[in-house]
C-alpha cells in the first residue's frame, strides 16, 4: 500500500487540471512567465520609470499569454487541417500589403483594417512551419526531390514579398522558420552544404540589386562601427558601451545612464538588452539566458517525444526559431551581428509579435498534452 501525504495530493491534482484541462505546460510556463516579469522589469527603467507604458506592456502580454492557452485547447491533428488555409490566408495577405500597406518609414508592413491593425509577416512566422510540417510529416524521410522543391517554393515565395516590404530581418526569421523544417526532416548534408555555397556565391548580386542603401550602410557599419562614430556607427558604440559598463553586478535597477541619457537608440524595443546589461551586469545576462535555455530544452524535450512526424516537424521549427530571435538580437546589439530589427523575445515592448511568439508556444503545449488524442 502506497500512502501520499494531503500536499501532494493536492499538487497533483492542480498539475493534472492544468495539463489535462487547460492543456497548459507548467515547466514551458514558469520561465516564459519568468522572462516576461523580468521584461517589464527591464522597460520600467528603459522608459524613464514611465508606469504607464508598461501597463499597456503588461496588458499585451495578458493578450498573447491568453491566446497562447487557446490555441493550446486546439488539438495538433486540427493544426494540421488548418494549414494550408491558414498559409493561403498569409500569403494574400502579404500581397495585400505592398499594394494597400502603411507606409511608415519607407516601408509597408502594416495592414489597417480599422480597429485593427497587424502586421500579416507575423501571421507567416506560424503559417509557414505548420505548413511545411504538413507537406512533409505526410510522407515517408528522407526527402525525396519533389517535396523539398515544393518546400523551397513555399519557403521563397512569403520570405521574398516580405524582403520587398523591405522587411529583412523578418523575411530572414521566416525563411530560417522553413530551412529549419527542412533540416530536421532530414535534408542531406551535401544538399545544406551546397545550397550554403550557392547563398555565399550569390551575396555580390545580393548586395548590388536587391539590398537597399540603409541595408548595405548596415553591413558596413557592423564591419567597422568606427568609419561613422557620430553618424550610423553611433548606435552600435553606445550599445557596446552600455554592455561593457554593466560589469558583474551592473550599476542597478533605473541606474543606467546610457538609456536614460538617451545615447541609446530604441532603448525599449530592439536595443533593451544593452539596457539590462548596464543595470543587471554579466548575472543579469546569465539569468536571461538560463530561462531562454529552459524554454529551448523544455520545446525539444516536447519536440523529441511528439508522436508524429508533423508534431515533431512543427515542435522544433518552433524551437529553434525562437532561439535564433534571441541569438539575433543579442548578437546585433553587442555588435556580433549586422542590426536587422529582431527583437527581444518577451523582453522588448511590441504587440503583434509577443502574440505570434506565444501562440506557438501555445501549439507546443497542445503537442505535448494531447498526445494520446493524435491520430
Aim: charged content about 10%.
Amino acid at each position: 500500500m502506497r500512502f501520499y501525504s494531503s500536499d501532494s495530493a493536492v499538487t497533483s491534482a492542480q498539475l493534472s487540471f492544468l495539463q489535462r484541462r487547460l492543456h497548459v505546460d507548467l515547466a514551458l510556463l514558469t520561465p516564459l512567465l519568468l522572462l516576461s516579469i523580468f521584461g517589464a522589469i527591464v522597460l520600467y527603467s528603459a522608459f524613464g520609470a514611465q508606469i504607464e507604458e508598461v501597463e499597456k506592456h503588461v496588458v499585451r502580454l495578458c493578450i498573447a499569454f491568453g491566446a497562447m492557452v487557446a490555441v493550446a485547447q486546439v488539438p495538433p491533428r486540427r493544426l494540421r487541417d488548418w494549414a494550408p488555409s491558414l498559409y493561403a490566408i498569409s500569403l494574400l495577405l502579404l500581397f495585400a500589403v505592398l499594394v494597400f500597406g502603411v507606409a511608415e518609414g519607407g516601408a509597408r508592413r502594416w495592414l489597417d483594417l480599422g480597429p485593427l491593425r497587424f502586421q500579416p509577416s507575423e501571421m507567416m512566422k506560424l503559417a509557414l512551419p505548420m505548413m511545411l510540417s504538413v507537406l512533409l510529416g505526410a510522407g515517408e524521410l528522407p526527402l525525396r526531390w519533389g517535396r523539398v522543391g515544393a518546400s523551397l517554393l513555399l519557403i521563397l515565395v512569403p520570405a521574398g514579398a516580405i524582403a520587398v516590404e523591405p522587411d529583412l530581418g523578418t523575411a530572414l526569421l521566416v525563411a530560417m522558420s522553413g530551412f529549419f523544417i527542412l533540416f530536421l526532416a532530414g535534408l542531406a548534408w551535401w544538399v545544406i552544404v551546397g545550397m550554403t555555397t550557392l547563398a555565399v556565391a550569390s551575396a555580390p548580386l545580393v548586395w548590388f540589386f536587391f539590398l537597399h542603401d540603409y541595408q548595405r550602410r548596415r553591413v558596413l557599419i557592423f564591419l567597422d562601427p568606427e568609419r561613422d562614430p557620430l553618424g550610423a556607427g553611433y548606435h552600435i558604440i553606445q550599445s557596446k558601451i552600455a554592455i561593457g559598463s554593466g560589469g558583474l553586478y551592473g550599476k542597478g535597477w533605473l541606474n543606467g545612464t546610457q538609456a536614460h541619457l538617451s545615447f541609446l537608440p530604441e532603448q525599449h524595443t530592439d536595443f533593451v538588452f544593452a539596457v539590462l546589461a548596464e543595470e543587471f551586469g554579466l548575472i543579469g545576462v546569465i539569468l536571461l539566458l538560463v530561462l531562454y535555455l529552459a524554454v529551448v530544452a523544455r520545446g525539444l524535450r516536447i519536440a523529441s517525444h511528439a508522436q508524429d512526424n508533423y508534431a515533431r516537424l512543427l515542435a522544433g521549427s518552433i524551437v529553434l526559431t525562437f532561439f535564433i530571435y534571441y541569438f539575433v538580437n543579442i548578437g546585433m546589439v553587442s555588435a556580433m551581428l549586422p542590426v536587422v530589427g529582431v527583437p527581444l523575445p518577451l523582453i522588448s515592448y511590441g504587440g503583434t509579435s509577443m502574440v505570434t511568439l506565444l501562440a506557438g508556444f501555445g501549439m507546443l503545449m497542445s503537442i505535448h498534452t494531447h498526445r494520446r488524442l493524435l491520430v
